[in-house]
């Protein structure tokens, strides 16, 4: 039993059914990042944690006790939502003091628990300002100690960062990070950018489409992708993918865009089916040209992008696209070979879209 | 209708929060509507003593009597006139201030006063300009050979009326128009004057349909006051004379109800205005609902 | 404009004052008769600078039987329109824009219906109502009891408060102000632990400060300067609102000639709080009209 335990969980609006039978378990102390693309559900499953939805079926339990009738304030939680939601005429600190005066703390109390939030976000000198008086990360931090403050069992996060520009952004991730382990808390938080998701998550939730895709650590979705959505979604190069079918001997790779490859793999279960290869830009290195050309990928360099530490090289044949990421300095141009490790690579039944 | 995000049960409360204004409401304003509508198709006796249903007989008398399609015909060119003036007036005065720069906060308090006034008062105030003995303009119009006399003249009552009724509604418009030609995006503007278009091409050619959803809305709303605004300064200025030259339907409403004693009539009269506002009302809000869907501002 | 022409600049002036002078016009000639005696007055023409009378006539016109009296009935007025009906329709909108309930369309459908309904419209049956407000409980009963209720408003503050209170522009404008609330006000608020109550009060009502001071202005030159309906249920001079009592010792357009310097005053005097109230809540007061129609 974790801290949060969500089972057979479903979502219908009307007649439409938007979440389909989710189990997940979050245990004390995890950082659990739920990453999808926009309309996939995730931001509808963290209000059903929250409250802010109806559950259609299944239940959610927060520290064993399921809350599917609980009302949000009784559920031990604290949101913070993407556009803060800071209430605009009260100043900072009676934004963060509004939940425990109407549960009618003593005023002793609210105004040392203010000054002990503010001073762990840093937030001391702007306590009697305006929301409209503070810059965007400003805010966010007001909205973070509004949910501190409630000591919360879990905090809520439904994608605090998309509204700050990229640098504010990267500052604010590691600043989550801090709190959350300062805090000893478990956090839950949404969002569609999968660099923010790998760097915060001890666990990560892919969703799409109303679906869990994968649950697991960021290492192992990135080395270990379960579907072709997790591939083509986890991973800031995007990932290079080949159509192609499995031979009858089980022992190559026969790929549409011509290349051949032995596998020493297996795949006798798998003779003849269709496939999906995916190989990431850096797990490709360049050789040279071979003499029988046939196991390695080839491609007529058309654009470089130069992305400071390395080189995103991309080339085309009659085939399609790919990219092949090498180091900053290195010179190429023309026709150009590829060539991958066994264990790089992705192989992915072309109709299941699963993992083989 | 109801916002996504909203609070369910409290029944009691809602009651509580609801029935003063229900209440109200249907007291002094529902069920009298559907009693004028009653009353429309009875006829009854002075004393109130009985009433007989009559069906549509008092709108045939109404609609046949030679008094209220007069009255109807004032009330047309009434309106329009006085629509049309403070319209142009307000819009011509909300595009020089959006122009100046300098003065802009005098000249807009010195046009804004105008709301505050009185119907009754405004009608007093041009009546000290123009009446016919001793007022200051009537002077002067009499000097230029006009031989003013809103007392004998049906014309120059209407006039009287028009220019009194007109200046009430001038600020309103004025500062409706000022709004919307202020919300018009300065970058439409530059790029039609990069493309070549003069300031008059500009005013017509991109301004003025910028601002045609307001215009709608304008247009309704001072028709809505032509309609009835305007019986206080009947009342206290002509008083639906000289022979019937200021009748309006408003004022019929008023007379035949209160003074000639004709409730059938007057509530016949009365449910042929409450299907016009309605039908204007119903107007305004499709062209606002329309205008919305396609997203213009 | 994009060019800059000191002509047009000009033009601009020029039309404005002229516009203006022409707007003010009435009202700088109300203030020069308030400042002349009758014979100045009545003098063809009239000066046109400032005499020393104002003092006099301010007087006289406050000496006039019941004056003051329907002075304070129109402060009485104005304010009670004000309040009743910014209170009513808060509350009304709030119910109808955040709570869920059966018969919400139907209530919804009352409040809109009435905008269509001014009071112009259905004067002679309002009236008897006013005259006794248990009159449709009495024909609705009547086939069964025998039941002759009786509650007078006419000559009443009540009276003439309500009727003007009972329409739904109010709530129309606060209906539209709390859809532009974002959702997640309300979420944040429900986390804290706020009720609808407590929502209403500490952040609904907070934020619709602008509206509130605009639909002041709006509501209290309305009932201010209310005349049909006061006229008509009002029958007592020491009832009538200033507006009305003004019209009344005015004979109009006709022969007699009226106290012009007085009457002058008294128009000056009866509109200096409207004017007031406008000028110094000008700002919201724009805000407030433009934003009604959004």
Known sequence: MGMVDIRGVEKSYDDVKVIHGINLSFAPNDFVVILGPSGCGKSTLLRMIAGLEQITAGEIAIDGRVVNKVEPRDRGIAMVFQNYALYPHMSVRENMSYGLKLARVDKGTIDAKVRQVAEILGLQALLDRRPGQLSGGQRQRVAMGRAIIREPKVFLFDEPLSNLDAKLRHQMRMELKRLHLRLNATSVLVTHDQVEAMSLASQLVLMNAGVVEQVGTPTQIYNEPATLFTAGFVGSLPMNFFPGCVNDGGNQLILENGTKLPMERDLRAHAGKKIVLGIRPDALRLVPSPSDGGQVFQGRLELAEDLGSLRLLHLRNSGGGFAVAVAADTAAEGTLHAAANERDLHLFDAVTERRI | MIKRVHFEGNTWLVTLLLLPQLLVLLVFAILPAFQAIKQSVMMSDPFGQYATFVGLENFKAVLSQPEYLNSVWRTLIFTSASTALSMLAGLAFAVFVDHVIRGKSSYKTLLLWPYAISPVVAGVLWLFLFHPLYGAVALMLRQFGVDWNPLLEGSHAMLLVIVAASWKQVTYNFVFFLASLQAVPKSLIEAAAIDGAGPVRRLFNVVFPLIAPITFFLLVINVVHAFFDAFPIIDSLTKGGPAGATDIMVYRVYYDGFVAQDLGGSSAQSVILMLLVIALTVIQFRYIERKIKYGSK | ?294
Request: glycine content about 4%; charged content about 10%.
């Open chain 3, 1 to 294: 404009m994009v060019e800059r022409s000191p002509w047009f600049d000009a033009f601009c002036h020029l039309m404005l004052v002229l516009g203006v002078a022409a707007m003010c016009l009435p009202l700088y000639y109300a203030v020069i008769a308030a400042t002349h005696s009758l014979d100045d007055v009545l003098r063809v023409p009239m000066p046109l600078t400032p005499g020393k009378e104002l003092l006099n006539n301010i007087q006289t016109a406050l000496a006039q039987p019941d004056f003051v009296r329907q002075l304070i009935n129109s402060v009485i007025l104005a304010v009670g329109v004000t309040v009743v009906k910014i209170a009513a329709s808060f509350t009304a909108a709030f119910a109808v824009t955040y709570f869920n309930y059966r018969f919400r369309a139907l209530a919804f459908w009352m409040i809109f219906s009435t905008l269509m309904l001014p009071v112009e419209v259905r004067i002679v049956p309002t009236y008897e109502v006013a005259a006794n407000v248990f009159a449709p409980l009495n024909w609705l009963l009547g086939g069964m009891i025998e039941v002759d209720l009786q509650w007078n408003l006419l000559n009443t503050y009540t009276g003439l408060i309500m009727p003007l209170a009972a329409s739904a522009t109010g709530t129309f404008l606060f209906r539209q102000l709390f859809l532009t609330v974002p959702d997640e006000l309300l979420e944040a608020a429900k986390l804290d632990g706020a009720g609808p109550v407590q929502f209403a009060r500490d952040v609904l009502w907070p934020i619709s400060r602008t509206n509130v001071i605009a639909l002041t202005v709006i509501l209290f030159v309305y009932g201010w300067n209310q005349y049909l309906w006061p006229m008509l249920i009002i029958t007592e001079p020491s009832m009538l609102t200033s507006v009305v009592g003004l019209a009344k010792t005015l004979p109009g357009v006709s022969d007699s000639v009226p106290h012009w310097h007085t009457a002058m005053a008294s128009t000056l005097l009866i509109s200096l709080a409207p004017i007031l109230v406008v000028l110094v809540l000008q700002r919201w007061f724009v805000k407030g009209l433009v934003d009604a129609e959004k």
